[in-house]
């Protein structure tokens, strides 16, 4: 069993940053992607940006130039740096491990990100 734990979110201004970060702990198996999703009510959980173990990234189109994934595979752990933050980025972000040839996903409790003046 795989459990995330991740943390980071707060109430920033327009125009700010914020970093999350997420540890993956348990029985993880090296192979596997390590990303961030986000949800707000009423909609859908989509996916904001993920990187797999050997380095490919792929982020939603509404965040690039502004978030950076990284992760420390040896570590099991992934971040998102989110610069330049807009009202539309408030939302719960979750940390997600996906192991990609069972399509078997972990996700984290999530943690809210507010963005407001």
């Known amino acids: 069993q795989v459990e995330l734990v991740d943390s980071g979110g707060g109430l920033v201004q327009p125009g700010g940053s914020l970093r999350l970060s997420c540890a993956a702990s348990?029985?993880?198996?090296?192979?596997?992607?390590m990303g961030w999703y986000r949800q707000t009510p009423g909609n859908q959980r989509e996916l904001v940006a993920t990187m797999t173990n050997g380095g490919t990234t792929n982020y939603a189109h509404f965040v690039k130039g502004r978030f950076t994934i990284s992760r420390d595979t040896a570590k099991n752990t992934v971040a998102l740096q989110m610069n330049s933050l807009k009202p539309d980025d408030t939302a719960i972000y979750f940390c997600?491990?996906?192991?990609?040839?069972?399509?078997?996903?972990?996700w984290g409790q999530g943690t809210q990100v507010t963005v407001s003046s």
């Open positions: 348990g029985s993880v198996i090296p192979m596997n992607t």
């Open positions: 997600n491990l996906l192991y990609p040839w069972s399509a078997r996903n972990f």
